[in-house]
């Protein structure tokens, strides 16, 4: 079975189903935060794989990652989303479904997503100058991300598109030690 397919198709569903209740933005962010959840949370990702835990328990656990500090409670749509989900046994699909709605929905809407990751976390002016940077090569919006990485021992790498600079300290380490070998 081709989960990349079928999370395609239920990420097109949300998208669209989001656009007809006006909730895009918000859906957006929720699976901007969901994939991060269930990247950071390895016991998440292999809860939403146990087929033991009851749909109701699944569905409290997606709202929670969902939820952030600025808000009391999932959207209409992810609520309905997520019972949709779960009713069709979907729910370890969730991760493939949610970075393929960020995807669907940044070329939608003609968004660069772009990534700095740093050995420190850089202050406000850096990380605007760079988003600014990155605005003016891709000629659009920029959904910008900052990592903190300490193992890069120094420097930087900036990520967007199919671009990637790496001007870390490993980087260079590594790229040394291919020219030796």
Known sequence: ?????????YAKALLK????????????????????HLLKVPALAEALHNPTLKAETLKELL???????????????IDRFFSLLLENKRSNLMLFIAKAYQTIYRKQNQITGARL???VRPSDNTVA?????????????VDFEVEVDPSLQGG????????????????RLAQLKRALL
């Open 1 to 9: 079975m081709d989960y990349g397919i079928i999370a395609v198709r």
């Open 17 to 36: 189903f989001a656009v007809e209740n006006g909730e895009q933005e918000v859906v957006y962010a929720e699976m901007q935060q969901l994939s991060t």
């Open 63 to 77: 709202c929670a990652a969902v939820v952030s500090k600025s808000k009391s409670a999932v959207s209409q749509t």
């Open 117 to 119: 990751i740093t050995t």
């Open 129 to 141: 100058r760079m988003q600014q940077l990155v605005g003016e090569n891709t000629g659009g919006q």
């Open 156 to 171: 930087f790498i900036l990520e967007y598109d199919t671009y990637r600079m790496d001007a870390s300290v490993k980087g």
